[in-house]
């Protein structure tokens, strides 16, 4: 029996529109006065409908298609970051996800202090974090920068201070959004070097990219997804192919 897997049976996620659709004081004076017509009501939206997954031990599935086909929303819902309305989501592994990376981030602590808050999100323990902390200063190259608040760092400063401290710690599932564009030149051959070495100890990858040759090269299994469903799954040469002859817009 494998000891991680990914399935979702006949999952469906929505966005609730309710936010969307509470009117300002200033639309109300406005359609009072007529000058301006009611605000329409929006629908809720349907970003993953009726999705059946399979990921096995040992996979790594690159997710592509179309901007707003739900390849975001999709990893957020294996994360666990949002509720599904209804289905079946059964994960087993740790999930390690590389999206959001400035999430928990507090812009009056410093550096060090957020290496601690990050690494506790991130299911470390104050003494494992405390052990790895001098390998994720050395890696983003603050330098003294590290024990200023991070209110005063550049913003490559914080993504390389970010990059460092998620990537400090394997995941048994890696979702990964697009690599990330992290720093400059030199720190990004870096950063393209650690993303490889994660890659290799996890033991299922889901990555989303709008880079065919990229996620060709990585990927084992390529799902297309068009509109909040699969339309295509399976070698990624196939996949590719089929997606350069049905002319799909990646974009
Ligand atoms: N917070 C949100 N509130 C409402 N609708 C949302 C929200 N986030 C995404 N959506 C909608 O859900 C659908 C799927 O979006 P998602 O971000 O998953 O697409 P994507 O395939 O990752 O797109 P992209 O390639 O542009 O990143 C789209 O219709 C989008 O407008």
New binding site residues.
């Given amino acids: 029996m494998d000891n991680c897997y990914i399935k979702m049976e006949n999952v469906n996620l929505y ?1 609730p529109s309710h936010i969307y659709n509470a009117t300002t004081l200033k639309q109300e004076v406005f359609s009072f006065l007529k000058l301006q017509k009611k605000k329409e009501k929006l629908e809720d ?1 349907h ?1 993953l409908k009726n999705f059946n997954l399979n990921i096995k031990e040992g996979e790594k599935v690159g997710i592509i ?1 179309h ?7 999709l990893l957020k819902t294996i994360a666990g970051i949002y509720p599904i309305k209804d289905g079946i989501r059964d994960i087993r592994g740790e999930i390690r996800s590389l999206f959001d990376l400035s999430l928990g981030f507090d812009l009056e602590s410093s550096g060090r202090e957020n290496i601690m808050y990050r690494g506790l999100l991130l299911g470390e323990t104050p003494k494992t974090i405390k052990e790895k902390e001098q390998e994720i200063i050395d890696f983003a190259e603050l330098g003294d920068f590290i024990d200023y608040p991070i209110r005063s760092y550049s913003s490559g400063m914080l993504v390389r201070l970010a990059f460092s401290i998620s990537t400090s710690v394997a995941g048994e599932i890696l979702l990964l959004d697009e690599v990330i564009a992290a720093g400059d030149a030199a720190f990004h051959k870096k950063a393209k070097k650690r993303m490889g070495d994660l890659m290799d100890t996890a033991k299922i990858l889901v990555f ?1 990219s ?1 880079d065919l040759t990229t996620i060709q090269e990585i990927c084992t299994r390529i799902i297309l ?1 068009e509109h909040g469903r699969i339309i295509a799954d399976g070698d990624p040469d196939e996949i590719v192919h089929h997606y350069n002859s049905n002319h799909f817009s990646l974009n």
């Fill in positions: 966005y939206v970003a298609g901007n707003g086909a739900g390849k975001s929303t989303v709008h997804m």
